[in-house]
């Protein structure tokens, strides 16, 4: 079990708003990182949140360099529900929303496939939902792990349990088998 406690006004988000080579994003939020060389794996975690603020999120992070990354969100929506978010990075984030989540807790996946990534979702542990596939470019190091964020809060505790990490292929995106 992990638990990040994230402080007031941290994000990890680099604004399309801003547009490219226009100053630095916010990168401020903490992290539990790891390198990783497999070019296949699989890393999964059940995410607790104790939302409190809009966009208070437990996530899971792939993270090439400081403009090149992914992470997938269990975030508090602004209508003040828990939703599966996904942010891609290059140069810009590019911001998706999902799935909302009735419950204070999901399961979140995110596979690589060599030069691409799932990201999934899972509310009982058996049954994934494929969120978004898509890839980083080609890549000379990669972290991953999890982070906690309260970009408009006071902070926020995100508890990642139930942690897995497989040095292995996904079978099927779309199944997420």
């Known amino acids: 079990m992990l638990d990040i406690e994230a402080g007031a006004k ?6 399309p708003a801003r547009g490219i080579g226009r100053g630095p994003g916010t990168d401020s ?3 539990a990182l790891f390198a990783t060389t497999d070019s296949n794996f699989i890393l999964s975690a059940k995410v607790e949140v104790d939302f409190s603020a809009t966009f208070d999120a437990g996530v899971l992070l ?7 990354w992914a992470k997938l969100c269990f975030e508090y929506s602004p209508a003040g529900k828990p939703m599966v978010v996904s942010v891609v990075t290059r140069e810009v984030s590019d911001d ?4 909302t989540i009735e ?17 999934h979702y899972s509310e009982d542990g058996r ?14 190091q990669l972290e991953a792990g999890f982070l906690s964020q309260s970009p408009t809060g006071s902070g926020c505790a995100s508890r990642f349990s139930e942690i897995s990490y497989l040095a292995s292929k996904l079978k099927d995106i779309r199944s997420g088998e």
Not at 10 to 15: E, G, I, N, P, V
Not at 62 to 68: C, D, L, Q, Y
Not at 127 to 140: A, E, P, Q, Y
Request: hydrophobic content about 45%; overall charge positive.
């Open 10 to 15: 941290t994000d990890l988000f680099l604004d």
């Open 29 to 31: 939020a903490p992290a």
């Open 62 to 68: 792939v993270r090439a360099s400081g403009e090149r």
């Open 96 to 99: 998706c929303n999902s799935v």
């Open 103 to 119: 419950r204070r807790q999901v399961r979140l996946r995110i596979a690589r496939l060599d030069r691409a990534f799932a990201f």
């Open 127 to 140: 049954s994934w939902n494929l969120v978004r596939h898509f890839t980083l470019g080609d890549l000379d």
